[in-house]
């Protein structure tokens, strides 16, 4: 069950946190992991960590903003069964939570341009040849912020997230006779590497009683890209510890 043996993966933004624990899970099932971080380094660390377990990973870095070093990159490596974007936040830029009416129109495109327009070129490079093949498996990393609103002051960036999750939904139904099927996951609140009391605080908020986890999600993962996922296509799965139940 949930054997990939044989398949390929691009997992992009893997260089680290979700990414990475989303390339771990996948090698670990018998994939052929390629690792994509806009940092060369970061993806050379992650791909060498999951070589070191006995699996197979190979370090890819490229800018899933620029349509023409996707496409060049994608060409490169051959044929793509899973694809899982996973590069978002403010891609190579800082991200600092900042009420709309504060915001400058200058600074939306640091959102839209990875967590939107980063998804479509990666999307585009991969899903002619899933369909040749009729097989393929699109996985988008969104966010809670995609589906619900709230003051944190991260409009423009749960505005891109939420295009993303309509673009898989349009995706899943034009690919859905050819074999390939495309999900997303809304994730709630990520642990990080700082921990100390003030995530202590922040997990007392979830009804779990704790953040999530990359292996969380790379778990999720592993299931949608497998055979036994391949009647789930078009959904947005809301990974959060049950802070926003439907």
Known sequence: MFDLTGKTALVTGAGQSVGAGIAAALAAQGCHVFVND???ERAEHTAAAIRATGAVATAVPFDVTDAEAVQASVDELGPIDILVNNAGNAGAHSFAPKQFVDMEPSEYARFVDVNLFGVMHCTRAVLVGMQARRWGRVITIASGAGTVGNRMGI???????GGAI????????ESARRGVTA???????????????????????????RLGTPADI????VWLASNEG???TGQTITIDGGSNPS
């Open 230 to 232: 391949a009647w789930v």
């Open 183 to 209: 999900n997303s996951l809304a994730l709630g609140l990520m642990a990080n590497t700082d921990g100390g009391a003030f995530t202590e605080q922040i997990a007392k908020t979830i009804p779990v009683g």
């Open 155 to 161: 409009s423009a960036y749960g505005a891109a997230k």
């Open 218 to 221: 790379g778990a999720a993962c």
């Open 38 to 40: 806009v940092v060369a």
């Open 166 to 173: 309509a673009f898989m939904r349009h995706i899943a139904i």
